[in-house]
């Protein structure tokens, strides 16, 4: 049995993000997001510990997080890192929303921010823009592959990609517990 969670999943800068805190406020459920959790349980930024513990450490947190959302986290917003889908576990965490966008439709939105520098400065894997194509291409299949659900997100507001999730999914699902 899920724990009724919603996991957004998806690449960086798609908007997971910003997404949970719109659910968050139109649902009243809490939202988490994992990289603000990994932080935490670091004391220090993602980007420091891709520079000095490297990215196979990174993942293994990940994964611990993992596990202790499966056991002990319900009902919630839950907005995961761009590489989180290699926990194994989603499934059993909650419903998964892949949040789907060409590479040049997320640049386009980083750059509509004024901090634009500093959001792809605090992510290493978002430094080669020509590697990251790449890397876009190359997880595209492993999201499908984990997704209960697919969102088109380019040309849409948060807030629009909100309502659609309550309705589409949330709605849905609380019909089918019901019956
Ligand atoms: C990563 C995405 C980042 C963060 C880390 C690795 C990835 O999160 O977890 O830099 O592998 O795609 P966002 O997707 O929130 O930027």
């Given amino acids: 049995m899920k724990n009724n969670n919603i996991i957004l999943m998806g690449f960086m800068g798609v908007g997971k993000g910003s997404l949970a805190r719109e659910l968050s406020k139109l649902t009243g459920r809490v939202s988490i997001d994992t990289d603000d959790l990994i932080e935490s349980m670091e004391n220090t930024r993602i980007k420091k510990i891709f520079e000095k513990e490297g990215e196979a450490?990174?993942?293994?947190i990940e994964k611990k997080l993992s596990?202790?959302?499966?056991?002990?986290?319900?009902?919630?917003?839950?907005?995961?890192?761009?590489?989180?889908f290699?926990?194994?576990?989603?499934?059993?965490?909650?419903?998964?929303?892949?949040?789907e966008s060409s590479f040049n439709a997320i640049l386009d939105r980083i750059n509509t921010f004024e901090n634009a520098k500093k959001?792809?400065?605090?992510?290493?894997?978002?430094?080669?823009?020509?590697k990251a194509k790449e890397l876009v291409s190359e997880r595209h299949p492993k999201y499908m592959a984990c997704a209960d659900t697919i969102i088109q997100t380019e040309g849409k507001s948060s807030q629009q990609i909100a309502k659609e999730i309550i309705k589409n999914v949330i709605e849905k699902n609380a019909e089918t517990e019901a019956k």
Avoid: C
């Fill in 119 to 130: 959001k792809l400065k605090k992510r290493p894997l978002l430094k080669n823009i020509a």
């Fill in 86 to 99: 290699h926990v194994g576990n989603l499934q059993e965490i909650g419903h998964v929303i892949y949040l």
């Fill in 67 to 84: 596990h202790w959302l499966e056991q002990s986290v319900k009902d919630a917003i839950i907005s995961t890192g761009g590489g989180f």
């Fill in 57 to 60: 450490h990174f993942r293994a």
